[in-house]
């Protein structure tokens, strides 16, 4: 089964073409960073008209790296919720049209199920229910428990920031670009993480709770407190920081609930510290911990076509007249998180 | 030959079917238009029981009008000339609602902060679509022949033109506007599809504020 898979949640446009769920034939993201860039954030408007100037190219993109036409699909999905409305909307009318002219099933996709199912891919062998997905991206870092196929409890989140928009919101100030996690991981390599002893909130409180709105005001307190700031230093300690509150919240909450199998997902799962602090950790603990593939972390429309290549042999197709929600509760228990937007 | 027409720059939503530019149906939704767009793009099909295959061409109101309608609209038109390999023709709002009374005139909608879309229609071509400050596009129009039409997109300047009687104030554009122009529209084929953007006219507020 051929499924095209179109993600448009919030600044990139992302298509791909994926096989069974498991084989990506092709998935290709525009990037919206410069359009963005000097506003200091991203802005949804400008968020959707990029969107809208772009989507058609990658439809067209994504089918050509696949080397099929459109009429060789089976079945489009697309993120329809969580994410900026304006931008949802752009990939459902596209996706919409496509399953209306092509006469194929259209699948409504949650964003967060795209990045969790990104684990599954190619690996729906190894991972079995239940098992635990700590998801840390750039608007949001949970820990859920993966129950079956479209069901997840939640056992923890973010009462403010998310991880990766405090790696971002450092990064930019040290004018490092994007995305910013991944330049805080190439400057933190050189640098020492006990140069600072920053904060490492909520660490000690046995729970799933994430807290990060406090250690970002004391990195930037700390850059803008020392004139010749050693940033491989800063780095690597701001960097440790976030490890630690990752990998301690993870195992913690996979101890409390015995779940033996820890995946991550969104982009700060391409952090490599981060994959080595956990498997370390994982050791110790006895379990095992699975990684998707780096080009199924950040935003892309792989995911969301593995995602709806499992969930469409529970659910189904969905109607052409599906709506968009910026925030919607996760699945058939309909999780409900806290969403502390990153945007403005 | 068969046109589909989507109309999504209003607070309604318009989809018509022609055949030879002669309305086969048409359909206006209300409210939340844009999430049904596609539904009622299917059922107007099915009514005439033809597929999405019997379309000969797409056409599309291109704005200026709602940011978020018309990122949908030219989204879903692009999107099925794209796969359907039809020509798709994009439709100025200003255009649509000049085509529905003699010309020449004037239209002009609402574009926010004090300012609005406006053209002036000779009696065959238009003048180039701009936007500019409220007053002094109105102090424009009145200073023009009084016999001139002055259509509007929605009601904002109703008053302004208190007593004149070729002052016309549309909610959205008729299904005979939209046919009267997308016989006078252009049409762009093959790989141009995918490069077709809204005219949105001017820049996202964010961006206006950003360069003052
Ligand atoms: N190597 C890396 N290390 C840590 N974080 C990273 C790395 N690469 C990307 N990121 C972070 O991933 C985030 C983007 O991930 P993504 O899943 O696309 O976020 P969202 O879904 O919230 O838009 C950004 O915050 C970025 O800084
Ligand atoms: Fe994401």
Known sequence: MRILGIDTSCDDTGG???????????????????????????????????????????????????????????????????????????GVSAAKSIALACGIPLIGIHHLEGH??????????????????????????????????????????????????????????????????????????????????FPRPLINRPDGEFSFSGLKTAVIAAIDRDPDLNQADLCASFQQAIIDLLVSKAMHIAKEHQLRQITLAGGVALNTPLRKALQHAAKVHACEIFTPRSDLCMDNGAMVAGAAYFLYQERGADSLNIGTRANAPLGTTGVRYRHESKYK | MRTLVLDTSGPFTTVLITEDYQLSTSHILRDRPA??????????????????????????????????????????????????????????TLDALAASCAKPSWTLMNAGRNQCYYARYSTSDSQEMAVDPIDTVIQQILADSNSVYVVEYGDTFKERFTGNDKYLSMDRLPPEALIAALKTSGSIEGADIKSLTPAYLQPSHVEQDASH
């Open chain 1, 116 to 197: 969790i199912y990104s684990n599954l891919m190619g690996r729906s062998n190894e991972l079995r229910f239940p098992f635990l997905c700590l998801t840390v991206a750039g608007g949001h870092t949970l820990l859920l428990k993966v129950i079956s196929h479209g069901t997840y409890e939640l056992l923890g989140h973010t009462r403010d920031d998310a991880a990766g928009e405090v790696l971002d919101k450092v990064a930019r100030h040290l004018k490092l670009g994007y995305p910013g996690g991944a330049a805080i991981e190439r400057l933190a390599e050189k640098g020492n993480p006990n140069a600072y002893d």
């Open chain 1, 16 to 90: 791909a073409v994926v096989e069974d769920g498991h084989k990506v034939l092709s998935n290709v993201i525009a990037s919206q960073y410069e359009a963005h860039d000097r506003f200091g954030g991203i802005v949804p408007v400008i968020a959707a008209r990029e969107h809208t100037a772009k989507i058609n190219f990658i439809l067209e993109l994504a089918l050509e790296k696949a080397r099929i036409s459109f009429s060789d699909l089976d079945a489009v999905a697309v993120s329809h919720h969580q994410g900026l409305m304006l931008s949802l909307v752009v």
């Open chain 2, 35 to 92: 999430e049904h767009l596609h539904e009622q793009i299917h059922a107007s099909l099915e009514n005439l029981c033809i597929t999405p295959q019997d379309l000969s061409q797409i056409a599309v109101v291109i704005g200026p009008g709602s940011w978020t309608g018309l990122n949908i609209g030219v989204t879903a038109a692009k999107t099925l000339a794209q796969i359907l390999e039809t020509p798709l023709i994009p439709i100025y």
